[in-house]
């Protein structure tokens, strides 16, 4: 059974930093991209950083860009997201994914862990 399990959610102030961490288990996702989505509260899904395999040229959407690093580690089957100046938009439940389906690393995925909170007070 594969398993995507996210930590490292939290309430911070405006500013602050958090960084999340999202292991996979049950099969490697080595050769896979994987990335981050969230979903604000009435709000639709939305796309946040994907990276490939290789960890070359990672993906990012405008709304994060330049504060947001998304990193992997092959060896641990592990994806991380260094969230920097958070925002109270940035506020949402973030979900990690893997194995891209389709083209575009902002699409679909095959496998959504269960979402971690982030909450950013002004």
């Known amino acids: 059974q594969v398993q995507l399990v996210e930590s490292g959610g939290g309430l911070v102030q405006a500013g602050d930093s958090l960084r999340l961490s999202c292991a996979a288990s049950g099969r490697t996702f080595s050769s896979y991209a994987m990335g981050w989505f969230r979903q604000a509260p009435g709000k639709e899904r939305e796309f946040v950083a994907a990276?490939?395999?290789?960890?070359?040229?990672?993906y990012y959407a405008d709304s994060v860009k330049g504060r947001f690093t998304i990193s992997r580690d092959n060896a641990k089957n592990t994806v991380y997201l260094q969230m920097n100046s958070l925002k109270p938009e940035d506020t949402a439940v973030y979900y990690c994914v893997g194995q891209q389906v389709g083209f575009l690393l902002s699409g679909d995925y095959r496998y959504w862990g269960q979402g971690t909170q982030v909450t950013v007070s002004s």
């Open positions: 990276i490939r395999w290789s960890s070359d040229s990672p």
